[in-house]
């Protein structure tokens, strides 16, 4: 009978052993290989249940819900891979890809020019990078400062002189970018997963429509009312969307 509960024991400890989320994660990636992308995407959903967050969990993920054409699934996960790695330009070209299956084309409104290059330069890293980036710079430009004051060498002191000016120049550089990131994480966009949903004037089902959208469709999320959000689609235009039919990126 110990026997028995022993072996039970071992089998038990064993499997657990076995579905660990890097174990998921590789069986998921071999299925993936083979084509079974229904088998590879039950596997990588395990792996994120289990505790594994990481934008390649869900590139993949989003990649093989591409391959089955599943647009919405593959388009949010491709979103929260590029929330956690917002420079991979692999991340990105794949999700361009799927949005051109989007039925809906709203034209977006145009960004100035600085916007542009603030939004480029600060996905370079995430916030999180970055202000560990201003941190650094900040304990180097104070050990620089030291080394300023007490030095006896002219050659020293100069070079100790530019180089507090460039620790400066990155604190407040990366600061900046750790900042404006941090407050770009901080808007709520969320993907239509309703094969067609119809966006209404105000918070209930007898307004008036103002646009319907499909699966797929990005939307930015402002505020939500019982079981509706306010909405801004790409073009500024705002409605209100029930919340069963878009699921938000976190």
Not at 52 to 72: C, D, H, M, Q, T
Not at 120 to 136: E, G, H
Not at 164 to 191: E, H, T
């Amino acid at each position: 009978m110990k026997r028995l509960i022993l072996y039970i024991f071992i089998l038990i400890f064993g499997f657990g052993f076995a579905q660990t989320p890097e174990s998921l994660f590789n069986k998921a990636n071999a299925a993936y290989k083979k084509g079974d992308y229904q088998n590879a995407i039950s596997l990588y959903e395990k792996a994120l249940q289990s505790g594994k967050v990481a934008p390649e969990i869900y590139f993949n993920l989003g990649n093989a819900y591409y391959k089955s054409n599943r647009i919405a699934p593959s388009i949010y996960y491709y979103e929260k891979a590029l929330k956690l790695k917002p420079g991979d330009e692999d991340i990105r070209y794949n999700l361009q890809l799927a949005n051109q299956m989007k039925l809906d084309k709203i034209e977006k409104v145009p960004e100035n020019i600085l916007l542009r290059i603030k939004k480029r330069i600060n996905r370079i890293f995430n916030y999180d990078t970055w202000a560990w980036i201003a941190v650094i710079s900040a304990i180097a430009g104070f050990l620089i400062f030291g080394l300023f004051l007490f030095t006896k060498q002219a050659n020293t002191k100069r070079l100790a002189f530019v180089g507090m000016f460039i620790s400066l120049f990155l604190l407040i550089f990366a600061w900046y970018n750790a900042d404006f990131g941090y407050r770009l994480s901080q808007v709520k966009y969320g993907i239509v997963f309703n094969p067609k949903t119809e966006l209404m004037t105000e918070p209930n089902l007898t307004s008036d429509v103002v646009i319907s959208l499909h699966e797929g469709s990005k939307v930015q999320v402002l505020k939500n009312d019982g079981d509706w959000y306010l909405v801004k689609l790409p073009d500024g235009k705002k409605a209100w969307l029930p919340k069963e039919d878009v699921r938000v990126i976190k």
